[in-house]
């Protein structure tokens, strides 16, 4: 399956955990991707969820799942992640020794692999893997979610991984997480964002299907009067479109 930047990853920590089958259904799943915080209450202070609540949601959705792993030693989850239904694992450089093989290990159980990086992390820390990566996840707010805020000098950092991405010719996608809404979505999208991961202003408002559909429209520049669930409808005469790494790579889930 094809998707198209600007893709919007809906993070469904901010959703009512009690209600996922109706918090899932508002991810179109030829459009949009689930976003997993999986956290460990080690490497961050905040403890969220884990594998199970992956398995939950992969039997009540078919959505892309995109599983940020903010956890010491990745390495222990990524195959119960695998067999729960992951279609992406990130995981931050600093939390594991060898992060190449990790990378490549993800691959091998079928899923897309990248890295995060949370502000305190250099560029540096990430660009000798870029080749190695199918999505670059740029934190826009601290990792450690103590009084989380936008951080606008991620800007520039996403500016950088652009550059290198058009320098070397790589095919890594580009996501942004922490703290996006409606005020700072064009700015991302114009530094060089593919990903944009939102939760509270989807899930946290009152009419959360209206919401998503606003984000989907002000992310592809479009009013939402006439578009359906915030998504243009295709011309009949729509151009063949730009081959994306998960159409150069069988997707498996």
Known sequence: MAF???IVSASILSSNLACLGKSLSLADPDYDWIHFDVADGCFVPRLTFGTPVVAAARSQSSAFFDVHLLVSRPERLV???????ASLITF???TCEQPV????RIRELGMRAGLALDP??????ARRHLAELDVLNVMTTGAEYDGPAFVPEMLDRIRSAKAERERT????MIQADGCLALDNLNAVRMAGADVFVVGAPIFGVEDPPHAM??????????SIEGTVGGIAPIPVAKPRPVITFLKNRARRR
């Open 120 to 125: 305190a992390t250099p560029f540096e820390s």
């Open 4 to 6: 198209e930047p600007p």
């Open 213 to 222: 559909a606003l984000i989907r429209a002000s992310l592809r520049g479009q």
């Open 92 to 94: 931050h450089p600093q």
């Open 169 to 172: 010719g790589l095919t890594f």
């Open 101 to 104: 093989t990790l990378l490549r």
């Open 79 to 85: 195959e119960d992640l695998a067999r729960a239904g």
